[in-house]
């Protein structure tokens, strides 16, 4: 699990549509229109094999949807297969719609990034990376009351009861020397890298000796994400139009003495597990670049094919492929609502820093469900 960099970055601006609408309550909670293959004009130039191996390897952990159990299959056991003919043979494809009926939403990116650090505090080694703390408390609500299925309390118990868990700022003025329950992984060498770290929810720390240590998602304090972007801009120090990774850290350097006080406006904290896999998302699977995108669950289930239609903010030039969707974050929230995986490097992180894009997406819905058949039917 991540959380976005980019929504923190822009504000979603929409185009406008106006068709049928057909609701699928099991699958999505989105408004989905139906659609013809051929409406999805680029579908056929996209790389359909590389995708299709992306679908099947994360098919090993999403054929638990009941949904996604017989097309896995089919995926899983077939030694040669015509990939085009897979996807539109075994799905019927849905436009997703926002509530205001617009098509186009907001498409982000992000990134796994590569940190500095030791296993010991030295000064120039300073900043801790904590594991998730032993008192944290994750309770599932759906296994009390199945009608909050998807709700989810986190907290910590005290005297018999749960309170909110420690914000950011609090977190960051203990020591983790005198805690029971704080316990370093690691400690690097810049705390606004460390923050961005935690705002993509996994990445790679390089320790002096050469090598790496790989950081998962490992919980988070329960607070609601606040958008340091959002603030620079509603503070004047960053025009909304300059605003990207790359100037928030710009601006971080140039005003340390401000920089504590902008991070700890976002309470949410986010914990780590040392993994022997590199970024991987909340499926359980390690992501691909440019082929896994994180989503909201409420409209896009996990293991779910997604084909985007967006621009690439470098070039602009169009981006437009089939992803899977593979991780889920605090701060990708909406029904047109994406963040690319960008993969890991210099190059990844300039797209994933710079990319607020508008997009269209168009969910993969597997033929065998009985929600698609009514639809249909109707």
């Not at 989810?152 to 977190?171: A, Q």
């Amino acid at each position: 699990m991540k959380q976005s960099l980019s929504l923190v970055l822009a504000i979603a601006l929409f185009g406008g549509c106006a068709a049928k609408i057909e609701q699928k309550p099991s699958v999505s909670k989105a408004k989905l229109q139906k659609v013809e293959w051929e409406d999805i004009e680029n579908f056929s130039k996209d790389n359909l094999n590389e995708a299709f191996d992306v679908f099947k390897k994360d098919c090993k952990v999403s054929r638990k949807d009941k949904n996604l159990d017989s097309v896995c299959i089919k995926a899983l056991t077939s030694s040669s297969i015509d990939s085009k003919k897979f996807f539109t043979t075994n799905f019927t494809p849905y436009k997703l719609i926002s509530p205001k009926g617009d098509d186009k939403g907001l498409i982000t990116g992000y990134y796994e990034p590569l940190l500095y650090g030791n296993r010991f505090k030295t000064p120039k080694y300073k900043y801790p990376v904590y594991a998730t703390p032993s008192d944290l408390l994750v309770v599932d609500l759906a296994s009390v009351y199945p009608s909050l299925e998807g709700k989810t309390v986190r907290g910590k118990l005290v005297d018999g009861t749960i309170k909110p868990y420690p914000t950011r700022e609090e977190i960051e003025s203990m020591n983790p020397q005198k805690s029971r329950v704080l316990k370093p992984i690691c400690y690097v060498d810049d705390k606004i890298d460390l923050f961005f770290l935690q705002v993509q929810g996994s990445g790679r720390v390089q320790l002096p000796n050469g090598r790496f240590i790989n950081l998962a998602y490992g919980g988070q304090n329960g607070r609601k994400y606040h958008s340091i972007g959002k603030e620079l801009i509603k503070r004047g120090y960053i025009k909304k139009e300059d605003i990207s990774l790359q100037s928030i850290k710009k601006w971080a350097k140039k005003n340390p003495a401000l920089v504590d006080e902008i991070l700890n406006t976002n309470q949410s904290y986010v914990f780590f597990q040392q993994s022997e896999k590199t970024a991987t998302g909340s499926l359980g699977v390690e992501l691909v670049a440019n082929r896994n995108i994180a989503v909201d669950t409420k409209y896009i289930p996990l293991g779910y094919p997604v084909f985007l239609e967006t621009t690439n903010p470098i070039t602009d030039k169009p981006y437009e492929q089939l992803m899977i969707a593979a991780d889920r974050g605090g701060a990708i929230k909406g029904t047109i609502r994406a963040d690319i995986f960008f993969g890991y490097g210099l190059e990844a992180k300039k797209l994933a820093g710079n990319m607020k894009q508008q997009g269209t997406m168009y969910i993969l819905l597997p033929n065998t469900t009985q929600e698609v058949k009514d639809a249909s039917n109707k």
